[in-house]
């Protein structure tokens, strides 16, 4: 897997903060093959209620992750849209639901073997 098709490592995860290789620091970040960006919840009307919306995972597979990572935030306050996980399970998109600071590790641990997307929210 060549370097612009690899998922950026995130290299430091603190509240409120995630540092993503490339010098990138987010509030929330939503990382996929070849690239980062900030996570803007209101793009797509996500709240901790209902949750991650369909579209916030549209644009990971759209830019090529074929394995996804949901962060649900340190304390785990962050909720996932039923549909969201039908929209991914419809595809036949493996699907990690987790606390922010595991699903940092797993999203890590992936990029070297997957084409992997993540949604990471750094606070609650």
Known sequence: MSDTERSPRITRFSWGRIEVEGGHVFKDAKLYPGGAREWDWRETGTSHMPGIQPADVTELL?????????SRGVYERLQVHEETLLTLKRR???????????????????RDKASVGGLFHSTC
Do not use: I
Request: proline residues 4%; charged residues 20%; aromatic residues 4%.
């Open 62 to 70: 759209e830019r090529g992750a074929q394995v996804v990572v949901l």
């Open 92 to 110: 036949g998109v493996p699907t990690h639901v987790l606390q922010t600071e595991e699903a940092v590790k797993l999203y890590n641990s992936l």
